[in-house]
C-alpha cells in the first residue's frame, strides 16, 4: 500500500521538467514575436487582402479556448494529412495564440511612433517598405520590449498546457510523480511554487533587458496590454484621501 | 490515413451531448465570475484598508495567483481540498479555482476603477459630510465601477474560455464531453470542430458586444 518512495527521491526527475518548460516558454515567444509583428502590420495594412487574413488569424486564436486549439491540432489535424510532433504541436499552437494577442501590443507600438516620422518618410518620398522596415519598425520595437516581457510571463503559465500532449514539462512530471506516489497534493503545490519562482527569475531578466533597452517611452505602452487578462499597470499605492480608510474598516 | 471527412449526420447527432456540456461550462463562468467579483472587491478593500500584515500578504496571494499557472492551481485545489476536509464536486473546485483566479484580476481593475474617480468626488463628498460607509456605497463604488464594466466583462470572457480547463479535473463541461465522444467513436473532427466553433462563436460576438461598449462609454465622457 504504501510506497516506500517520498517526494524528494522524485526531485531531480521533477526538476528535469524546468529546463523542458523553460525551452518551450522561449520558442513559442521566438513562434509569437514574429507571428504578432506580421499580423499588426497586416491589421493595418492599407490592402485588404492583407487586412482580411490578419484579422481573421486574430481573431480565430483570440476566440476560442487555447487548450481546444492544442487538441483541435493534435487530434484533428493528423486526419488532415498532418501529424505534428507534440512539441512542435504546443510550439505553433502556443505561439500562434500568444502572438494574435501580442498583435495588438504590436499594433500600439506601431501607433506610439509620432506621426510626423511617417510624414516626414513620405515627404522624403521613401517607399512604402522602406517606411516600414527602416523609419517605423526600429523605433516602434523598443517600445514594445516592457510589453513582450510581460507576455513571456504570461507564455511560461501558458505552456503548463502543453503536459496535456505528453511534453514531459514541469505540469507533466508533477503529475507523474502524484500518479505513482498516489498522493498529489503535495507535489503540485511544489509545482506552483516552482512556477513563481520561475515567473520571478523571468521578470528580472525582462527588466535586466528594459533598462538596457532603456527607453523612457517604453513605459507608455505598458498599459497597452492585451485584453485576455485585462492586464493593468503595476501596483502602486491606492490614492484614495485618508479620511476615506476611518470608520467601518 | 483514415482521411478527413465530415460527417454530418453525426455532427447532428452528438449535439444534445454537447448542449449538456455548455450548461456545465455556463454554470462554471456564471459562478466563477460571480465569485471573482466578489473577491476581487475583498482584496481591494483590504489593500486600501492598509492592515499591517494582511494587506502586504494580500498583495503577496494576488501576485502569486496571477503568477502561477491555472491549469496548477486547479490540480492543486482538486486533490488538496479533499484533505482538508472540504470535499465539495469538481465542478465547485472548479469554481472555486476560476474564481481565486480571476478575483486577482478583478482586484486591480477595481482599484483602477477607484483611481480614476475624479478627486473632486472625494471633495464633495467629504464636504457634504456624509458617512464613510455612505461614501463608499453611495458614491465611489457605483462610479468606479461603472466605469470599469467592459473590463470586468473581459474577465468573464476569458473566464469562459478558460473553464475548458475544468476538463482536466473531470468536471464534465463542454471540452471534456467532446474529447469523450471523441475517445469512443474515434471521430475527433466533429466533436472537438463544434467544441471549438461553440467557444468562437460566444466569445466573438461577446467581446464585440463589450468593444462596443467601451466606444460608447469614451463618447460619453
Known amino acids: 500500500m504504501t510506497s516506500p518512495k517520498s517526494l524528494w527521491d522524485f526531485l531531480p526527475f521533477f526538476l528535469g521538467g524546468v529546463p523542458v518548460t523553460l525551452g518551450v516558454t522561449f520558442l513559442a515567444m521566438a513562434v509569437a514575436v514574429p507571428v504578432a509583428v506580421i499580423l499588426a502590420i497586416g491589421r493595418k495594412s492599407p490592402h485588404a487582402l492583407a487586412r482580411w487574413p490578419a484579422g481573421f488569424v486574430i481573431e480565430l486564436f483570440r476566440g476560442s479556448s487555447a487548450l481546444v486549439q492544442l487538441f483541435w491540432a493534435f487530434y484533428v489535424l493528423p486526419l488532415f494529412g498532418l501529424t505534428l510532433s507534440p512539441l512542435v504541436c504546443g510550439v505553433v499552437v502556443l505561439g500562434l495564440n500568444e502572438g494574435s494577442y501580442m498583435s495588438e501590443v504590436v499594433r500600439a507600438g506601431l501607433d506610439a511612433v509620432p506621426k510626423g516620422q511617417r510624414e516626414a518618410a513620405v515627404a522624403l518620398g521613401l517607399p512604402p517598405r522602406y517606411r516600414l522596415f527602416r523609419i517605423v519598425l526600429p523605433q516602434a520595437l523598443p517600445l514594445m520590449v516592457p510589453p513582450f516581457g510581460n507576455e513571456l510571463i504570461t507564455m511560461l503559465k501558458f505552456t503548463a498546457l502543453v503536459s496535456l500532449v505528453t511534453i514531459q514539462d514541469l505540469s507533466f512530471r508533477a503529475s507523474l510523480i502524484g500518479d505513482t506516489l498516489g498522493e498529489s497534493g503535495p507535489i503540485f503545490g511544489l509545482t506552483i511554487v516552482v512556477y513563481f519562482v520561475l515567473a520571478l527569475i523571468l521578470g528580472g531578466l525582462v527588466r535586466l533587458l528594459e533598462r538596457a533597452v532603456g527607453r523612457q517611452a517604453g513605459r507608455n505602452v505598458v498599459s497597452v496590454a492585451a485584453p485576455h487578462e485585462a492586464r493593468l499597470p503595476a501596483a502602486s499605492p491606492l490614492s484614495v484621501p485618508a479620511w476615506a480608510l476611518g470608520g467601518g474598516g | 490515413m483514415s482521411g478527413f471527412h465530415w460527417d454530418w449526420a453525426f455532427a447532428w ?48 496571494f494576488v501576485q502569486f495567483i496571477r503568477g502561477t499557472p491555472l491549469l496548477i492551481q486547479l490540480y492543486f485545489l482538486f486533490y488538496v481540498l479533499p484533505t482538508w476536509g472540504l470535499t465539495v464536486s469538481a465542478l465547485a473546485t472548479g469554481i472555486i479555482g476560476l474564481g481565486l483566479f480571476f478575483s486577482a484580476y478583478a482586484a486591480e481593475i477595481y482599484r483602477a476603477g477607484i483611481e480614476h474617480l475624479p478627486a473632486g468626488q472625494w471633495e464633495a463628498a467629504l464636504t457634504l459630510g456624509l458617512p464613510v460607509r455612505r461614501v463608499w456605497t453611495g458614491i465611489i463604488l457605483p462610479q468606479a465601477i461603472r466605469a470599469v464594466l467592459p473590463m470586468l466583462g473581459n474577465i468573464v470572457v476569458s473566464m469562459f474560455k478558460q473553464t475548458a480547463l475544468l476538463s482536466t479535473i473531470t468536471v464534465l463541461e463542454l471540452l471534456a464531453r467532446g474529447m469523450a465522444i471523441g475517445q469512443m467513436t474515434y471521430r475527433f473532427v466533429e466533436p472537438l470542430t463544434l467544441v471549438g466553433a461553440f467557444y468562437f462563436v460566444v466569445s466573438y460576438v461577446s467581446a464585440r458586444a463589450l468593444r462596443s461598449l467601451e466606444t460608447r462609454d469614451e463618447v460619453r465622457a
Not at chain 2, 23 to 35: D, E, K, N, P
Open chain 2, 13 to 60: 447527432s452528438i449535439v444534445p451531448q454537447l448542449a449538456q456540456g455548455v450548461v456545465v461550462t455556463v454554470i462554471a463562468t456564471v459562478a466563477g465570475s460571480a465569485l471573482a467579483f466578489m473577491l476581487g472587491l475583498v482584496w481591494t478593500f483590504l489593500r486600501i484598508a492598509q492592515i499591517r500584515l494582511v494587506t502586504p500578504a494580500v498583495w503577496f
